[in-house]
């Protein structure tokens, strides 16, 4: 799906992508993306699970450490700085996982949180996919989603 995402839409649109990472260190990410050759060179990360992790690895500088998936405010002003960096392109923002948000944010902050990123986002004319697994919501983040979303695509 992130391949997919990044290789496919991005690339082909001509878009700078900020994925934000709350599960997976942004250098395992660069590495997997890599090995299944997918062009990273637009691809910029948020990367919210390094420092908690001490796992900051080798970072490039397309990769800004946030504390914590809890410090939603500096979240959205990373992106805010990947979007002035790459003024004049259109964006697309990923923001993996939902889930793991959920579990780090009481779920009235985490919607606040994604109903202020998508709507300034969508300020911007972007593109934003929200990536989660269905199977391990809680429904009040299933209709968090719903309520910030214009479309719902399951994948099988």
Do not use: W
């Not at 990947?82 to 996982?97: C, M, T, Y």
């Not at 990123?117 to 968090?144: D, G, H, I």
């Amino acid at each position: 799906v992130v391949r997919g995402i990044i290789d496919e839409f991005a690339s082909k649109k001509g878009l700078a992508c900020v994925y934000v990472t709350s599960s997976v260190p942004a250098s395992t990410l660069t590495s997997a993306l890599q090995s299944l050759e997918v062009n990273t060179s637009q691809l910029s990360f948020v990367d919210c699970i390094s420092h908690t992790l001490m796992a900051a690895g080798q970072r490039s500088a397309s990769t800004v450490l946030v504390e914590s998936p809890t410090m939603l405010e500096n979240i959205i002003l990373k992106v805010e700085y990947f979007a002035r960096i790459n003024e004049g392109k259109r964006l697309l923002v990923v923001l993996d996982s939902v889930n793991s948000f959920a579990l780090h944010n009481d779920i009235k902050m985490l919607t606040e949180f994604m109903t202020i990123l998508t709507n300034s986002l969508k300020a911007k004319e972007a593109y934003t996919v929200l990536l989660a697994l269905p199977e391990q919501m809680r429904p009040e983040v299933k209709e968090a989603m719903a309520m910030v979303s214009d479309v719902i695509i399951p994948l099988s």
